[in-house]
């Protein structure tokens, strides 16, 4: 029988802790208190593979907020939609520890040592103002392929109600100003001029004049929204993940006014 290490450890890319509230200087205005968040993890280590979960967890004090944030950690995992951080981590590294053990010993590489498994997922805080909150989800996984599979995706939260924010806040998204801001943003990551050069590049798009949203949510942040696609989405994996921030008063008039300006307030 194969021994388990189970042992739980600080997040290494971020702090152990993120205290609530701010330090301010004589003349600032009050802000609203920031999250408190605190790391938890779960690493597990077999004769085949290394496995990993790393999260934030929330402790705003708002219970809608929490539970959301959790909640989306789980969906973006493929684990439905479970609010409790420490049983959804459990969940997360004993399936996942079946599946590529079993995979392991299948594989003769690894069955012999010389290739270990991985899995790994990290979960954070990536921004945050006094009206949201942008929690951003990683996950890394060697299945013993020719490649790894890298999956990032963030969710942005209304502090308030712990509502997510959805492609739904964009009013007009197949607009051509809309396609001309996604096409631009799409030359600038694959560092391209022409339209025939990203036609080119582009996969599962049928016209470079409609290119399809993302499937993953908005990634709003300090400096615009970021549009985000997975792998193989509309690139190829030697594309990585493509991405572009569109700055906020390029899309003012897309974005009903009190949604805006929640999300420019700093």
Sequence with gaps: MTALALVAVACTHQGQQQQAGETMAAGDSVKAQAIEFVADSVVEKTAVGDYKVCLEVPHSGNEQLDQAVVA??????DCGKMTDAKALMRHIIDSVKVEFDKSGKENSLVANGEMRLSWEALGSKIYENDAVMTYEVKNDQFGGGPHGQFIQMAQTFRKSDGKPLGWDVINNWDS??????VVDGLKKYFEMTSDDELREMLINVADINHIQRPSSAPVFGPDGLTVRYQQYEIAP???GLPEFTIPYEKLKSMIAPELYNELVAK
Excluded: D, G, I, W
């Excluded at 989306?72 to 995992?77: D, I, K, Q, W």
């Design 72 to 77: 989306f950690v789980s969906e973006a995992l």
């Design 176 to 181: 051509p100003e809309m396609n001309k801001l």
């Design 237 to 239: 994996y030697v594309a």
